[in-house]
C-alpha cells in the first residue's frame, strides 16, 4: 500500500516538474562561446521567466548528437557560426522550418534560409588586411588577391576553415565555377607560407613580417582594437591597413552567426520566443557590443571597434545560395591544393 502511494506520488511529481518544464524550459544546443554570451542567455531568462539549459560544443558534435538522438533529441535551438554549419544542420535534417513574420521582416531575406531552416542574427566581413609600409597598391577585390603582382605575399588560413569554404562559395555564386577555380589556384601560388593557424595569426604575420597581405574576418582586428590581444597592440597594429573588398562591385563577402529550430523541439513555444529574442534590439545589440560583429537587423546600433573599421557596402548575394557551392567549394579547394 505504502508502496504503490508512493509510486504515485512520484508518478504526480514527476509529471508536474515535466508540465512545468515544457512552459518553462529551453534546451540551447550551441557553438557559440563568446564572453557576452552570458549576458545575452540571462536578460532572456530575467524577460521571459524561460531557464535555459545550455549544451556547448563544437558545431559537427552537435549536429551529429542531434541526428544520435532523433525524435527524441531535447534540442529546442540550435545555434552556431558560419552560414556553411547552419547549412550542414539543415543538410543533415536536424532543423524544422519555421515561418515567422518578425523574424521575415528583421532580418533581411539574403541573410537567412528561404525556407527558414535557418536565420543569421549577426554578420561579419571577410576582408583584406596589409602592412602599409610594405605593400603600395594593396587587392582592391577578392579577385585581385591571386593577381601574380602578389606572390609569395598572401597569409590566409586552411581550406579546412569554414570562413573560406563560405568565401570561396561566394566566389562561385558571384564569378562562376571557373573564375573561381582560377582564383583558388592563383591564391595558393600567392601564398607566402602554408596556411596556418586561425585569423588573428593572419593579422599576426603582418606584424612579423611574415605576410604583406592577409585575409581575415572584421572582428578579429575590431577585438584587437577593444581590448587588449597579445601580439596585436595598438603599437603593432600601427602599420596594420585594411580594404573592404569590391566597393562599388559585388561589395564584401559577409558570413553569419546564426540558428534554428531544432526538428524535435520539445519546447516549441520557448524555441520561437528565443529565436525572436535574438533578433530584438537588445540582443542585437549585445552581438555587436560583445563580439565586435554587425547586427542583422538595420538601425542597430553598432559596436565602436566595429565602427573603427570604417562603414562599407557588404554583398547581398543570398547565403542560402552561396551555401550550396559549398561541397563544390571543397572540391576545387582539392583540386588546386589548397591546404
Ligand atoms: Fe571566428
Redesign the pocket.
Known amino acids: 500500500m505504502t508502496r504503490t502511494i508512493s509510486l504515485l506520488l512520484g508518478t504526480t511529481v514527476a509529471l508536474s516538474a515535466a508540465t512545468a518544464a515544457q512552459a518553462q524550459e529551453l534546451n540551447l544546443y550551441s557553438s557559440r562561446h563568446y564572453e557576452t554570451d552570458e549576458r545575452l542567455y540571462s536578460d532572456f531568462t530575467d524577460l521571459t521567466g524561460i531557464t535555459i539549459n545550455r549544451i556547448e560544443g563544437n558545431a559537427d558534435e552537435l549536429i551529429a548528437r542531434m541526428g544520435a538522438e532523433g525524435a527524441n533529441s531535447p534540442a529546442d535551438v540550435f545555434l552556431t ?1 558560419d552560414t556553411s554549419r547552419l547549412q550542414r544542420a539543415a543538410d543533415m535534417g536536424v532543423l524544422q522550418p519555421l515561418e515567422n513574420a518578425l523574424l521575415e521582416e528583421r532580418i533581411p531575406a539574403n541573410l537567412r534560409d528561404d525556407d527558414g531552416m535557418w536565420f543569421g542574427f549577426s554578420q561579419r566581413a571577410r576582408i583584406i588586411f596589409y602592412d602599409t609600409e610594405r605593400v603600395a597598391n594593396p587587392p582592391q577585390t577578392y579577385l585581385e588577391l591571386a593577381d601574380p603582382a602578389y606572390e609569395g605575399m598572401i597569409c590566409i588560413r586552411s581550406s579546412t576553415n569554414t ?1 573560406n569554404q563560405t568565401l570561396l562559395a561566394a566566389m562561385i555564386e558571384n564569378h562562376g565555377e571557373e573564375a573561381a577555380r582560377e582564383w583558388a589556384a592563383g591564391i595558393v601560388a600567392n601564398m607566402a607560407r602554408d596556411p596556418q593557424g ?2 588573428t595569426d593572419q593579422l599576426r604575420g603582418l606584424v612579423s613580417g611574415e605576410c604583406d597581405i592577409s585575409v581575415s ?1 572584421t ?2 582586428m575590431a577585438r584587437a582594437i577593444r581590448r587588449d590581444v597579445e601580439a596585436l597592440s595598438a603599437e603593432d597594429r600601427a602599420t596594420i591597413g585594411w580594404v573592404f573588398p569590391d566597393q562599388g562591385g559585388n561589395g564584401a563577402h559577409v558570413n553569419l552567426s546564426g540558428g534554428g529550430i531544432a526538428a524535435h523541439a520539445p519546447n516549441m513555444e520557448a524555441a520561437v520566443a528565443f529565436m525572436e529574442y535574438l533578433a530584438s534590439e537588445q540582443a542585437q545589440e549585445y552581438f555587436s557590443a560583445g563580439n565586435d560583429e554587425y547586427p542583422v537587423v538595420e538601425g542597430v546600433a553598432i559596436a565602436p571597434s566595429a565602427m573603427e573599421l570604417g562603414e562599407f557596402e557588404a554583398d547581398d548575394v543570398s547565403l542560402a545560395a552561396v551555401a550550396a557551392n559549398l561541397p563544390l567549394a571543397q572540391q576545387i579547394f582539392n583540386d588546386v591544393g589548397w591546404e
Open positions: 557560426v570562413y586561425g585569423d574576418n572582428y578579429y
